[in-house]
Nanobody, 118 residues
Framework: QVRLVEYGGDVVQPGGSLRLSCLAR???????????MSWHRQAPGKERELVAQ???????NYEDSVKGRFTISKDNTRKTMCLQMNHLKPEDTAVYYC?????????WGQGTQVTVSS
């Protein structure tokens, strides 16, 4: 069984940066390289949305509002995924969730709060 643990959420001023990390723990981690991993976020009163995704082979995609500001990366050796967030805006405030997909497996982390406020 795999558990995803997110780190790095914080309160930051507009224009600031944060780096979120998602660590995979548990068994069957040898298949990590084959996982599609992504970051999602959910703001109060809104639906959860995809922010960034990293597929096996290295291709990535981003939600339009974060393109050029956020960068997703995946470390297959350390079994971690990160989201570097620069030039943060108040509208980036949300709980950020790590997700992994592998076959019909779909796992979520517990979420980490990001608040962008002056």
């Amino acid at each position: 069984q795999v558990r995803l643990v997110e780190y790095g959420g914080d309160v930051v001023q507009p224009g600031g940066s944060l780096r979120l990390s998602c660590l995979a723990r548990g068994r069957m981690l040898s298949s990590f390289v084959s996982w599609t991993m992504s970051w999602h976020r959910q703001a109060p009163g809104k639906e959860r949305e995809l922010v960034a995704q990293s597929r096996p082979g290295g291709s990535t995609n981003y939600e339009d509002s974060v393109k050029g500001r956020f960068t997703i990366s995946k470390d297959n050796t350390r079994k971690t995924m990160c989201l570097q967030m620069n030039h943060l805006k108040p509208e980036d405030t949300a709980v950020y969730y790590c997700n992994r997909k592998f076959g019909d497996i779909d796992d979520w982390g517990q979420g980490t709060q990001v608040t962008v406020s002056s």
